[in-house]
């Protein structure tokens, strides 16, 4: 099942140029590129990360923006900044500020796609836009923190959907987990397996925990309830530990 993207994140947002670069030499990057530096509200003049069609990355200065094109002058070689694991983070919505800092963090470690949804025990957008509507702030969020960070593209920041679509949705994942605070005996690596996987989805409940029959239903959909310790973490904690824990064990920071 697809589900809906609401920021225009995930690859149609990387900065990818049609021809190579040459450091200190201004190149024009082609209409794709161009509509990549628009998802990024980008102008002329800020720096953004670029890639040539062989992968490699630079920073750059964006020189021109119109209609059919765009120019750049890259100034820097730099590592690839896209982690080869693909993390999918699934959030049950908390109350208050907590998922805006959960989008800026989880930009920051590198994740791939973020799903809030709601759950038996979490709130849902109406109650959080009740006294104020903040919820279309969402996609600033991460584009301000995909600049910060120097991502090379977007996490994908998909629709607010229940638990049962959200599961749904992770069924061609290669791994899937989710935080329990409850006796299990699996831990986080164990949860992953001996194999390197490409793509690791990720389940976080909120701050009530799931009920039995979440758990359950879960389980019955090849998602392996996994402890990220022996302290009980809020909800936002417990989203940045394994996103950073994926990234260890499998991704970027191995």
Known sequence: MSLVCVNSGGPVSRIVSTCALTLE????????????LIIWQARVGEI?????????????????????????????????VESSLKICVCQALPEKERFE???QKMTEIGVTRIVPFVSRHSTTVEQRDAGQKK?????????????????????ELMEVVDFETMLDALADWDVKLLLSEKNTAWSFREGIGTAKPDRIAVIVGPEGGFADEEITLAQSRGVVPVSVGRRILRTETAAIVAATLAQFCVGDYA
């Not at 190149?27 to 590129?33: D, E, L, M, N, S």
């Not at 020189?63 to 070689?77: C, I, K, N, R």
Request: hydrophobic share 40%; charged share 25%; proline share 6%.
């Open 101 to 103: 800092l959960v989008l």
């Open 25 to 36: 030499q201004e190149t024009a990057i082609g209409t794709a590129a161009r509509d990549a």
């Open 135 to 155: 919820s279309h702030r969402w996609p600033d969020v991460l584009l301000r923190a995909g600049r910060q960070c120097r991502r090379a593209q977007l996490p």
């Open 48 to 80: 953004v990360t670029v890639e040539d069609p062989f992968q490699q990355c630079y920073r750059a200065r964006i020189t021109g923006l119109d209609e059919g094109d765009a120019t750049v002058v890259p100034f820097e070689q730099i590592d690839a």
